[in-house]
């Protein structure tokens, strides 16, 4: 498509030049015809000349609508080639960027926040693409329209192209001086934007919070004071543009006045004629836009160097995830931690230290502990969101960075202890995980997750849709839901992630129950607060500071008297005066 532009390009400009020489002609025979009429003066032929002259004016306004209406098409063809051109190259862009978030790891994410994420794929891809396509339009245009028109200038008087192109080497200058000034700023621009969409993406998913402590005033000022610095920096930047393009016209102008006055001298000297003069000044004219183009043309480029660059630094992260090839399809689900320790990018202090386990198919392991003890640093490993610092995890006897990423995670199922559900229907939801599931198989997860009711009491059933983040749903549908979402995929190894917090009891006894009976043959790792809830896991992981404190089942753990006696004696006295 670029080249056939190019050629759309020429021929359009060829066709700009040409009303020009049309004029000059129409000039040249006005004067002549003027001096004709006026010699026959008194004569009945006058009337005849008259007639003429106003025929050949005709045809001259007629050849140069015509001009300009064949320029118009090409121009046409033009911007539906490069302008087309453009548009593709940002939608492989967008796709090329989205795609290598997704590779990225939970790391990037936890360093990144969402709205600069956002701002690189729709405002910094948008800059490169009118770099891509008007930029670049407009910049050929330029050139082939300076060459065509210095070219017929030079072919008229040397002289008077000399003196009009004077400006020319101040306006280079100028311009050089600016587009400096215009990339700082545009930068700034760019970093500002980041951090308001940052805010604005932040302050609309924690409404409720804000509202409920009555907190919008502050917001609101935090906000103005946000896009009071993006406003000053776009108008420092419009500062500068402001000033340049009058100087621009300014340097036109002379250039018009020198045509004039040079133009002028010639005429009296017999080395070119009145229309020759004519012919000059359209084309200082059309030189106006070209000249005015080339300073916004020039801020498009930096803006699109400075956008650029901002998405090439997440580009040029390498994704710290690599899969294995190790095929997974026939996963047994048999997991081993040896010596695992892992700590956090961004921390100092590791998230656990020295994990040694064992989970064969068709058991339930179980972790508990208090907060900060590193029970979802194990799910996020087993995940393999990351690898361990030190240790090995083994899955099936490989190594996990060994397996096909994609399979083995398509294996799993995972509830989330922060439940994410998607702004759609409650049916699209459960099956988000599995993209053949039926209404019947939706039916059956719901059941099971012990949500089906709560879910046929809506209008809709599952066809209501729950708003962002499941707004219109309670604490403990969203976490059933979340489990139904994960118990859909028939996984070989399932994590629950502290996700029965906002169920009770009897609930959550009805979900354990069809849990067991689901995963059978099939591994178990629930991670939980509430002793209850796992008491009959085939093993018990207690973990203290990263590190595993007691191991063993319900009864062992009871019989050492150690923490997890003192946390199932404690819970168990909290419900009792709960009861009361």
Request: proline share 2%.
């Amino acid at each position: 498509m670029f080249m056939p532009g190019i050629l759309f390009v020429i021929i359009s400009n060829a066709f700009a030049v040409l009303p020009a020489l049309v004029i000059r002609i129409a000039f040249e025979l006005v004067n002549e015809n003027i001096s004709i009429y006026q010699l026959f003066d008194g004569f009945e032929r006058q009337k005849l000349i008259y007639d003429l002259f106003g025929y050949s004016l005709l045809l001259f306004g007629i050849s140069v609508l015509v001009l300009a209406l064949v320029r118009g098409l090409f121009l046409f063809f033009m911007r539906q080639t490069i302008i087309l051109m453009s548009r593709h190259i940002e939608y492989d862009l967008k796709n090329e960027i989205y795609q290598h978030y997704q590779q990225l790891s939970m790391a990037f994410y936890r360093k990144n926040n969402t709205g600069d994420l956002m701002t690189r794929v729709t405002e910094d891809v948008s800059r490169v693409r009118m770099y891509l396509g008007p930029a670049i339009m407009y910049t050929i245009n330029t050139a082939i329209l300076f060459v065509l028109i210095i070219y017929s200038m030079l072919t008229v008087n040397i002289k008077l192209t000399v003196y009009c192109l004077l400006p020319l080497p101040l306006m280079a200058v100028l311009i050089y001086y600016v587009t400096t000034i215009i990339n700082h700023r545009s930068e700034r621009i760019q970093q500002q934007l980041s951090v308001l969409s940052s805010f604005v993406q932040e302050t609309f998913s924690g409404i409720r919070i804000i509202k409920s402590y009555v907190r919008e005033e502050d917001i609101r000022a935090k906000f103005a004071e946000e896009s009071n610095r993006y406003k000053q920096k776009s108008m420092a930047l419009a500062g500068v543009q402001a000033l340049f393009f009058p100087i621009m016209l300014l340097l036109v102008g002379l250039s018009t006045i020198a045509t004039v006055y040079v133009g002028g001298q010639e005429v009296i000297s017999g080395t070119i004629t009145s229309g020759n003069i004519a012919e000059f000044i359209i084309y200082v004219n059309q030189l106006t836009f070209p000249v005015m183009s080339l300073g916004w043309v020039t801020s498009l480029i930096q803006r699109a160097a400075a956008s650029q660059k901002r998405i090439n630094e997440f580009l040029d992260t390498k994704p710290e995830i690599i899969s294995g090839s190790a095929s997974t399809q026939h996963l047994k689900g048999e997991i081993e931690f040896k010596n695992v320790s892992f700590t956090y990018p961004e921390k100092n202090t590791k998230a656990i230290d020295n994990i040694s386990f064992n989970a064969k198919p068709g058991e339930m392991i179980a972790i508990i502990g208090k907060t900060g003890s590193g029970k979802s640093t194990i799910a996020n490993l087993l995940l393999r969101m990351y690898d361990p610092s030190d240790g090995t995890i083994l899955i099936d006897g490989k190594e996990i960075n060994q397996v096909n990423l994609h399979d083995y995670r398509n294996t799993i199922g995972i509830v989330p202890q922060d439940v994410f559900l998607f702004s759609d229907t409650i049916h699209k939801n459960i099956a988000f995980g599995i993209s053949s599931a039926t209404s019947e198989k939706t039916a059956a997860a719901a059941r099971e997750a012990a949500v089906y009711d709560n879910i046929m009491e809506f209008e809709k059933g599952f066809e209501t849709l729950i708003g962002e983040r499941g707004v219109m749903l309670s604490g403990g549908q969203k976490q059933r839901i979340s489990i139904a979402r994960a118990l859909i995929k028939d996984p070989q190894i399932l994590i629950f992630d502290d996700c029965l917090s906002a169920v009770d009891t009897h609930t959550e006894e009805e979900i354990l129950k069809n849990l067991g009976k689901k995963m059978q043959q099939k591994t178990s790792i629930i991670i939980a607060h509430r002793v209850t809830t796992i008491k009959n896991a085939d093993m018990i992981l207690v973990l203290e500071n990263g590190k595993i404190a007691e191991k063993g089942d319900h009864d062992t753990l009871m019989a050492l008297r150690g923490n997890y006696f003192e946390l199932y004696e404690r819970q168990l006295l909290d419900e009792q005066e709960m009861e009361e």
